[in-house]
């Protein structure tokens, strides 16, 4: 279960969805209630399961579900060094 | 070398967050280790909460939700709570499977239980797809007018309505447009006429400096209140108004609390004025209690910075219940009659195994104490019009007796309209009762510690609210405190004269005792000591003052319960306790007294808890020795101090007493028949359980 499971489930819970199957590009046009107070529930909601706070400019630069998993990358405290 | 699945168990036996974390975690691990079905057979072997809970997250995962159903009914707590969360996976099961009933039942029961505001965000969308079989009670139409955003407290809100049976709809003002919306016509306002008008400011909306004048006080109380009148004349709503809770941060560090015309105080003085001023139709929030009892802070900076939000998204749900708590109130929907179970709710223990002596029910039991002040809770809650009534499988002799002759019982039976103590189910004892008092299940919320009564009575009769509550009484006053069923628009005339009568004579308390000698503080506290010989029923207590007692102890002799046992014998000893009550608490069994008969009393224990050292009981317990002494025609009384490292308090206590030297070391002698009894007045009242 990585990250994207995680977003996953948080997804299926806000939109009441057991099947919602989402990726990376999957952005606001593909699920109809996406509108901007789910963004906020789910960047609320996100913060919470992992213990972690996105920074405040942030919030209006995702733009799918990619660019959430990339600021999870960042505010999670062990990063891979190359 | 640890298999993976042992590993994760560990992971699960030592919780570090939230349950719910903890699973997450261990999830995780699962599946990265490729282990979830070899970990689902290894949990099978596990008890507890959160074991059940990982095994039904894992089942759902390999096996869909519909074999994890059964999982998920296994996860209670180890007190057989239901947990909100399994409930909700419950329910989205029963609610894609056409079992509606179901699953409103298990998202009602969910949100009855106090829940936080992500757990709201995970039911949020399932408890809007059930709306047509959630709504019993027709619309409401909430204004919501503030300088905040308001989006989120709207889902909250609506989760709470749907829940309450109310089908709620809202108009969101524009976003930081609440003078507009509430004075000036034409607005939105007006033209969707709601019946409740919620304004939300917080303190950044009154302009004041952080050293303010009386003029800028007054000035803000003026524009709020030109803005209730906005309200009150454009609609013909209730308007619910949000006291303004002071920032958290202050630069003058305290200080400008303490100065009238500090912010803070001046924050306070707004709030104060506004309450005075409130004609009917408004109801004040008082937000500045909320967020002192909230858990977590009442606003949160960076959401406030990015997203405009006010209080914190943890409050939401705190703020919500309030508002809902007024709106239900208005309509009338507010329960009224609390129904109560007894064994392990209103007392610990079993009356009818355990016996009077046996139930926790006042000091010196931690747990009985709490059980004592849950009760006090509940009697205050009579005099503000609530109705207790006792739905019991016991026998009636059982039940009433605790309430006629235990000691420490606050309750008494006329404090109940109501006493079914019988072994009839209780569903059709309430049923009855609901009959013979001419009102509604649906005002009723039943309090019952025992899993299995509580499904029953959900079962038999679904308008009777009954919570998740384990028993534990500080969890009862919470669950009570937090979800506000019983609240009223105001308090009747008759409510606020009575508490302004007590207010008066706590004021005439302090001011007497600020200038007063100790004689009036001892009177003042209008003690009551009742007393007897050492009997079956107290020996546990005494045994317990004899071996932990330090500070006040003459001898510090410790006894073993047979040791106390064997002195229980009023031919050779003289084996006295003492219980103290005030004005302001029940202090239970704190004293012990034991002196050996003959022609010369022996003093052998002399000892007293330290919460009422300080009142001059000893003089109390002198005078009872002494009686009884002179009675037997004891010629003295002699008795030792023993000095130990914690018991330099009673050093002084016989000689203080009238004792004089024998010439042994620390050792005392009073003369029985030339000795006069102590004179206490201080004591209000005496009551002797003796034997004599």
């Not at chain 2, 969360?85 to 099961?93: G, M």
């Not at chain 2, 749907?162 to 930081?176: H, K, M, Q, S, T």
């Not at chain 2, 107290?538 to 410790?558: A, D, E, H, S, Y």
């Not at chain 2, 047979?562 to 302001?584: G, I, S």
């Amino acid at each position: 279960m990585n990250s994207l499971d995680s977003v996953q489930s948080i997804f299926r819970d806000i939109f009441d969805d057991p099947d919602l199957e989402i990726d990376a590009s999957t952005s606001p046009g593909d699920i109809a209630e996406w509108d901007s107070v789910a963004h906020l529930k789910i960047v609320l909601a996100l913060e919470d399961a992992f213990d972690g706070q996105f920074s405040a400019s942030d919030l209006t630069e995702f733009c799918n579900v990619g660019d959430f998993l990339r600021a999870l990358e960042n505010t999670n405290s062990t990063v891979p060094v190359r | 070398m640890a298999s993976p699945e042992q590993l994760i168990i560990s992971v699960l036996q030592r919780p570090t967050t939230t349950p719910r974390k903890t699973v997450e975690l261990a999830m995780h691990l699962a599946v990265e280790a490729r282990c979830e079905r070899a970990l689902e057979e290894r949990l099978a072997d596990h008890r507890g909460m959160i074991a059940a809970w990982a095994r039904a997250s894992l089942v759902e995962r390999l096996d869909g939700d519909i074999v994890a159903e059964p999982f998920w009914e296994r996860v209670v707590t180890d007190r057989g709570c239901e947990v909100p969360d399994a409930l909700l996976k419950r329910a989205r099961v029963a609610a894609r499977t056409g079992r509606r009933d179901d699953a409103v039942a298990l998202l009602t029961t969910a949100l009855n239980c106090g829940v936080d505001y992500e757990f709201l965000t995970r039911a949020e969308a399932l408890v809007w797809k059930c709306k047509p079989h959630l709504v019993t009670r027709g619309t409401v139409r909430i204004a919501l007018v503030g300088s905040s955003t308001t989006a989120l407290l709207r889902s909250v809100l609506q989760c709470l309505c749907l829940r309450d049976g109310l089908d709620p709809v809202f108009y969101e003002a524009p976003f930081g447009a609440y003078t507009q919306e509430l004075i000036f016509d034409g607005a939105g306002l007006d033209a969707f006429a709601p019946d409740f008008t919620f304004i939300l400011l917080n303190w950044r909306d009154l302009a004041l400096p952080h050293i303010c004048t009386a003029a800028m006080v007054d000035n803000e109380v003026a524009r709020v209140l030109t803005l209730w009148q906005g309200a009150l004349k454009k609609t013909k709503s209730r308007v619910i108004h949000a006291s303004f809770v002071p920032p958290a941060e202050d630069p003058y560090y305290g200080l400008s609390s303490g100065r009238p015309e500090g912010r803070i105080a001046s924050i306070h003085a707004v709030n104060a004025s506004l309450r005075l001023e409130a004609p009917d139709r408004v109801s004040v929030l008082d937000c500045e209690r909320m967020a002192e009892v909230h858990d977590a802070s009442w606003e949160d900076p960076t959401q406030w910075s990015s997203a405009k939000l006010y209080p914190s998204t943890s409050a939401l749900p705190t703020l919500a219940e309030q508002v809902l708590s007024v709106v239900r109130a208005d309509r009338g929907f507010n329960r009224k009659l609390l129904l109560l179970d007894l064994d392990n709710t209103l007392w610990g223990g079993i009356i009818g195994e355990d016996g009077l002596g046996g139930i926790r029910l006042g000091p010196p039991s931690a747990q009985g104490e709490r059980y004592q002040h849950l009760q006090s809770y509940l009697k205050a809650l009579t005099t503000r019009g609530v109705l207790l009534a006792v739905v019991s499988k016991n026998n009636p002799d059982d039940a009433a007796e605790v309430f006629l002759r235990h000691s420490s019982t606050v309750l008494r039976l006329e404090d109940f309209v109501a006493f079914r103590a019988n072994w009839t189910e209780k569903a059709r004892n309430i049923q009855s009762l609901a009959t013979d008092l001419r009102l509604g299940l649906d005002s009723f919320i039943l309090l019952d510690d025992s899993p299995s009564e509580r499904r029953a009575v959900r079962r038999e009769l679904s308008d009777v609210l009954v919570p998740e509550i384990s028993g534990e009484p500080s969890e009862t006053v919470a669950w009570l405190e937090r979800t506000l069923h019983l609240q009223t628009l105001r308090l009747t005339a008759e409510d606020t004269a009575r508490t302004s009568s007590y207010a008066a004579a706590n004021q005439a308390h302090i001011l007497r005792l600020s200038s007063a000698s100790m004689d009036d503080f001892l009177n003042e506290l209008q003690m009551q000591i009742e007393y007897g010989d050492v009997t079956t029923e107290t020996v546990g207590r005494v045994t317990q003052l004899i071996n932990k007692t330090n500070q006040f102890n003459l001898t510090t002799v410790r006894y073993s319960e047979d040791d106390v046992r064997e002195k229980m014998n009023p031919a050779e000893w003289f084996f006295r306790w003492y219980r103290v009550r005030d004005r302001y608490a029940d202090h239970g069994l704190v004293a012990v007294l034991l002196a050996r008969k003959g022609p010369d009393w022996d003093l052998t224990q002399w000892l007293m808890s330290c919460r009422v050292i300080g009142r001059n009981i000893e003089a109390f317990m002198l005078a009872d020795l002494l009686c009884q002494a002179k009675r037997a025609g004891a010629s003295s009384i002699r008795g030792q101090f023993v000095p130990t490292s914690k018991n330099h308090l009673v050093k002084d206590l016989l000689p203080r007493l009238g004792f004089v030297p024998d010439g042994l070391a620390d050792g005392y002698v009073l003369d029985v028949q030339a000795a006069p009894i102590p004179a206490c007045s201080f004591i209000a009242e005496s009551h002797s359980c003796a034997a004599i």
